[in-house]
């Protein structure tokens, strides 16, 4: 249950971590979380026109990171979720401490590309703190939102599997995981810097944009859910 998952109570959650087998298909999903992750950061110094309004390139890959994190929550339950999570956070943070690392070395007679290489990988502490903590923030919240509403459903007797279900919960998940992610993001990032007319702009489109992601590509996630309960032998999925 997932009361269970939240309150382990006989072991802690590293002793439990350590003795458990992880299959190939949960870490190639592991892995590929952590990719989007930092990929989708690299990206975000980008701006993209789209129709009226404009978004970061970060948009195009950053939701990837919350279809698979349903896909785990789905499967593998909330634990394994929130270590998914822990990880893709201590990956991209290792990303900028080691990018970081190659900013202050000294760069050679013949480099000539170090400010190109602050402007890419030098974001602002500022941005680098409100990004690290929205993503933690949000993504918790998305899969504990996902695991809840699942919880919720088996104990009504329902069927918490159904595709229909699933989607439900895929959906509502992304809208208060996206939600939690913005209003904390843009605020920590740009307080000071841009009106707050614009700030609250920002929240609402990129949640509504992101949500909207999520719906276009339910029907592959729904798949893909499909797949994954049948290559882990799990009708009945994990709480």
Known sequence: MLQDTLHPTHTSTSETLSRERFSLTF?????TFCVCLIISNLMEIKTVDLGFMTITA???VFPISYIINDCIVEIYGFRKARLVILLGFTM???TVMLLHLGLWLP???TWTQQEAMEAIFGAAPRILCASFTAFL????TNAWVMAKMKQ???ADGRNATSAARFSARAILSTIWG???DSIIFFPLAFAGVLPWGVIISLILTQTVL???YEIIALPLTVILVKKLRHMECNPILSA
């Open 92 to 94: 991209n943070l290792l």
């Open 152 to 154: 919720s459903a088996s």
């Open 210 to 212: 992101k949500t909207v």
């Open 178 to 180: 996206e939600g939690i």
């Open 107 to 109: 760069g050679s007679d």
């Open 27 to 31: 870490l190639l999903l592991t892995v």
């Open 137 to 140: 923030a949000g993504s918790l």
């Open 58 to 60: 970060g948009v195009a």
